[in-house]
């Protein structure tokens, strides 16, 4: 019965040696394994927040080796960061430069998943079976892109874009009345965030598919921001400049040396006025401007419907010349009145006069355009132009014609060298006259309106007699007209 009881215990105890003896060669075995254990994936993944790297490359590692796991990530890690990129484009040159990934900034982390791999086959026994039963379904590759050292490579090839500045588009109109316009030219500035951005949407297509099978290179385009000028050919083209719609001459070739002077150089002050649509051009804004920078010489104005000598003669020879001009091209008066005399230089009816703080030349731009005024003298003759857009079809003429003659009056002047009874002749005197002046309207040459534009009087100029003091001691002290405010035309007041 002892026997048997001795021979049971030795049973057990041999189980139990046998059962921990093939327990510890279980956990030996299981420790001791070169493979990765089942189901375990790398994930690529973006290292660094706010990158936009998003990686999503799923890379099985399962029951491979450790070594072929770990040479397989290796030459994927260098694959990667040497993936020649090749960035090419610009104006005019056009170069092309070619770097690696990793020289562009790009750097691939695959330190944490190898150490993690080399884990498995260091400590004891019970330690590697332990990490082995521990390890983690999925390691994770971090892809980081330096934004600062791809910036750097790019403007170190294409940095000089950034230098250059646009130049406006130009017009020019030439002598021969021609308008000629030259292109703006742009600039360009890299735009290194757009490049960037693209740039990390190439490098996540690349990492987010079948990374054993990435591309050996790529190709990306320089992306550039266009600075426009600020005036561009379109914007210039678009006021409307399109050509000469209408010219008109005078000339003053017996007018003395000081009038000659007031007429160039108020039509200097004129030349290339630019007047935008709906504006009202000021004549005074530019007989003053005309006075500040160039002063005006003295010559016949008239005063209280006399020629009398003035400073300023001759300015109303370039309001009268811009009057016909704009009558010409269509456009609406806003304010003008005629000379209280007849003008040498133009038919009744068609001037325009100025006096200081008194009588003002003001017209519309109606062409629904810009308007550009230019004047030209030469040979004693001044010519007014206008540039800008109307219907090739459409012309305008102007037609004037006196409704009444002014008698004129009868005016006796005391002298001392008169005699009583005498009555001597010293000027014979001249009509005054009413005038209605229309404007017709012409569409391929045939009549559509006709409108009266103006009624103007030209007052008469007295028939003036010499008489004896004793005679006209009952005349009164002067005429009406010469109790009046003095009205300077044609003057200015200095």
């Keep these: 019965m002892k026997t048997k009881r001795l021979h049971v215990i030795w049973t057990v105890v041999i189980a139990c040696l046998l059962l921990a003896s093939a327990g510890w060669g279980g956990v030996w075995t299981y420790a001791s394994q070169l493979t990765i254990p089942k189901r375990v994936t790398v994930v690529v993944a973006g290292k660094t927040p706010g990158q936009s790297l998003h990686g999503g490359a799923v890379i099985p590692i399962g029951t491979m080796s450790a070594e072929e796991a770990k040479q397989m990530l290796t030459s994927r890690k260098q694959a990667l960061e040497q993936l020649s990129v090749t960035i090419k484009g610009g104006p005019g040159k056009g170069q092309t430069k070619t770097w690696t990934l990793s020289e562009l900034g790009l750097a691939v982390d695959t330190k944490e998943t190898l150490a993690a791999i080399d884990r498995l086959g260091s400590g004891d026994i019970w330690a590697k079976a332990k990490y082995r039963w521990r390890f983690p379904q999925r390691l994770a590759i971090g892809v980081s892109f330096d934004k600062a050292v791809f910036t750097g490579k790019v403007r170190s090839e294409w940095g000089w874009m950034d230098a250059g500045e646009p130049v406006n588009a130009t017009r020019k109109i030439t002598e021969q009345d021609k308008v000629v316009y030259t292109p703006h030219q742009d600039a ?288 009164g002290g002067g005429s009406k007209e010469e109790q009046q405010e003095p009205l300077l035309e044609d003057g200015v007041v200095q």
């Excluded at 965030?193 to 290179?217: E, F, L, Q």
């Excluded at 370039?318 to 005629?338: F, I, P, Q």
């Design 188 to 475: 360009y500035r890299l735009d290194t965030d757009r490049m960037y951005a693209s740039a990390v949407a190439a490098i996540n297509r690349t990492i987010g598919g079948d990374w054993g099978t990435a591309p050996t290179a790529m190709t990306w385009p320089v992306e550039l921001r266009v600075v426009h000028p600020n005036v561009t050919l379109q914007r210039l083209k678009d006021e409307g400049i399109d050509r000469l719609i209408t010219s008109f001459t005078t000339e003053f070739k017996t007018s003395g040396v000081g009038r000659a002077y007031n007429v160039t150089v108020t039509a200097k002050t004129l030349h290339d006025w630019e007047l935008a649509p709906g504006e009202i051009f000021d004549y005074g804004k530019i007989i003053s401007l005309t006075n500040d920078k160039y002063g005006f010489r003295e010559a016949p104005v008239i005063l209280n419907g006399e020629f009398v000598p003035g400073i300023g003669g001759g300015i109303c020879q370039v309001s009268s010349t811009l009057y016909n001009a704009a009558l010409l091209a269509g456009l609406d008066m806003v304010e003008r009145r005629n000379h209280s005399l007849p003008v040498a230089y133009l038919p009744l009816g068609r001037d325009a006069t100025f006096a200081d703080d008194a009588i003002n030349f003001r017209f519309k731009n109606t062409t629904g355009k810009h308007l550009i005024i230019r004047t030209a003298v030469k040979d004693r003759e001044l010519t007014v132009k206008l540039f800008g857009t109307m219907p090739k079809n459409v012309s305008y003429s102007l037609e004037s014609k006196t409704v009444a003659t002014v008698v004129p009056p009868v005016k006796e002047v005391p002298k001392e060298d008169v005699l009583p009874g005498e009555r001597r002749l010293i000027a014979e005197g001249k009509p005054g006259f009413i005038v209605e002046t229309y404007r017709i309207k012409l569409e391929d040459g045939a009549q559509v309106s006709r409108k009266r534009i103006s009624r103007d009087t030209y007052k008469a100029q007295p028939v003036m007699y010499a008489v004896s003091k004793e005679d006209g001691a009952g005349q």
